[in-house]
Each structure stands twice: as structure tokens, then as C-alpha cells.
């Protein structure tokens, strides 16, 4: 397990867009809030569960010196938190989107069908 999320990693796990191209939208086309980082990608605009990651990234590069709560996250904690996000009835993915990681390792378990 890599110890945290890398410039590939896709921050928004609906529509896969990475850190990078996030990143580099927001240097280059300066958005003024947050939600028209849904322009790169369409990212934010499944589940919305990224939505608190594209306001980090925004705020990260609009103001230096704030601390990202993504440097301290592995891809599979990210992952898993966004499944939990899911499950709860926080959003639902688009057809096609990253499927959601299992909640526990729970042995035994199974899928019929
Ligand atoms: S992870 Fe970005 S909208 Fe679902």
C-alpha cells in the first residue's frame, strides 16, 4: 500500500480525473470558485464526494500555505472513505464509474447472481 496519494491518483473517482490536471487547470485557468473545477473533466459532478478535495486543491493553489488534508491520505483510504460517502446516500457514481471498494474484508461473504 503506497503511503499517500500521488499526482496520478484521480481525486474524482467518478469521471477519473487526477490531482495533476486539477492542479494544472487551476494554475492555468484560475477559477474563482471551486465548482468550475467541474469544467476539468466533469469532476464533482457524480457522487459529489470529491467536491471537498476540489475545494482543497482550489484553496491549496489559490493560497500556498494551506495544508491539504490529501497529503495525508493513501489512494485506498480515499477510496474507501469515498465508498463509505456512497453507501451512506451521500451520491451516486455515474454508470461506469470506479467501483466502490468493499467496506470491510468481511470472510465468507458473497454475491449471488
Ligand atoms: S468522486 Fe467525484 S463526483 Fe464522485
Known sequence: ?????????????????????????????????????????GAGTGCGWCIPFLKQIHRTISVPDATAELEQLSPEEYARRRAAYVRSG?????????????????????TSG
Open 1 to 41: 500500500m503506497r503511503a499517500t496519494m500521488n499526482l496520478d491518483d484521480p481525486i474524482c473517482l467518478c469521471f477519473r480525473v487526477s490531482r495533476r490536471k486539477l492542479i494544472n487547470f487551476v494554475k492555468r485557468e484560475r477559477p474563482k470558485v471551486p465548482s468550475q473545477l467541474s469544467e476539468c473533466g
Open 90 to 110: 451521500g451520491g451516486t457514481p455515474p454508470a461506469g464509474a470506479e467501483v466502490l471498494p468493499d467496506a470491510e474484508s468481511s470472510p465468507g461473504a458473497s
